[in-house]
């Protein structure tokens, strides 16, 4: 006992010295790998950079050759997108604002129950799932055409529920798979003792299920909100005044007279603004939904 006594001492010095020489090579990682992350976040928000960067210069100031470093920075080209004649930008984000919520919440409708129908009750289990990975595969530009013609035939072309169905179309794949995925390790004893109770299906989705499927939910609403606010695709070749999004809409400030790039940086910096809101604050949530049943224990 007095030699583990006396043992002690020497090995607390010890590992003191150890934690010691480590705390340098620790802050050293943490050093590069924060330096990293900064530098490819600057690399990867280039394009968005560039056009803040654009949209608070004068007109002369982004045209001079050589390009204008250090200026005074202008409100004027947000003043210019926002009230400008032909470009509606109130609407423009209406449009936008109707097209995304209204795809995340479709896309949750359908996901959910065909998620439980296919995982739980095994309805096309095999088939439905090989599909829906194909589909997610398909270049949405395949879909463009064929929504059209279909559209026009039934009065959805130029209107709001046209997008809403074109880009629920496009990310339930994405949603379907989350939902399963998540359904697939979930315990299944909760829901056998809910049904034992007398809790009948639609009941035990509605009470059970959806409450512990709320972070995948989450993630859903989030990934489709952004990708449907985003999308450049089907609203131009589905829209053309009406239903024009904030995204198809800056091209209205591409005129016979010219480009008005600073109108179009503006629009572009202010189209961003909501989902990066979204992003900013559901990132927790939209975190733990995608990573909820990745790893099977």
Same mark, same amino acid.
Request: charge should be positive.
């Given at each position: ?20 020489? +480590? ?24 394009? %968005? %950079?560039? +056009? ?7 007109? !002369? ?28 930008? /109130? ?8 097209? +995304? ?74 949603? =379907?798979?989350?939902? +399963? !995925?998540? %359904? ?10 809910? =049904?034992?109770?007398?809790?009948g299906q639609l009941s035990l989705l509605w009470r059970v299920v959806l409450p512990l499927l709320a972070p995948a939910v989450a993630s859903v609403c989030i990934l489709t909100f952004v990708f449907s606010w985003d999308d450049y695709l089907f609203a131009v070749t589905l829209t053309a005044s009406n239903a024009t999004p904030v995204t198809a809409g ?11 790039? !600073? ?11 909501? /989902? ?12 733990? !939904? ?8």
């Open positions: 006992m007095a030699n583990v006594t006396r043992a002690r001492p020497w090995a607390k010095r010890a590992a003191l010295e150890i934690a010691q020489r +480590a705390e340098p090579k620790r802050k050293h990682r943490l050093y590069l790998v924060t330096g990293t992350a900064i530098i490819v976040a600057l690399v990867v928000n280039v394009p %968005l %950079l560039n +056009a803040l960067w654009t949209a608070l210069k004068t007109t !002369g100031e982004i045209q001079s050759h050589p390009p204008v470093f250090f200026f005074r920075p202008t409100l004027s080209h947000f003043a210019a997108a926002t009230y400008t004649a032909g470009y509606n930008f /109130p609407h423009f984000f209406l449009n936008s604002l109707f097209l +995304a919520v209204g795809a995340a919440v479709l896309v949750v409708l359908i996901s959910v129950p065909s998620g439980y129908a296919i995982v739980r009750l095994g309805l096309g289990r095999r088939k439905l799932m090989v599909v829906t990975t194909a589909v997610m595969l398909v270049p949405p530009i395949t879909f463009a055409l064929p929504y059209y013609l279909m559209f026009q035939h039934v009065g959805l072309v130029d209107t709001v529920p046209g997008l809403v169905l074109a880009d629920t179309f496009v990310n339930m794949p994405l949603g =379907l798979l989350l939902v +399963a !995925g998540f %359904l697939r390790d979930f315990p299944w004893d909760i829901e056998e003792a809910a =049904l034992v109770d007398g809790c800056a091209a209205n400030f591409i005129t016979s007279y010219g480009v008005q790039w !600073g109108n179009i940086s503006a629009a572009t910096v202010m189209s961003v603004v909501p /989902p990066l809101i979204v992003g900013f604050v559901a990132q927790r949530y939209l975190v733990r !939904g995608l990573t909820m049943g990745a790893v099977k224990g």
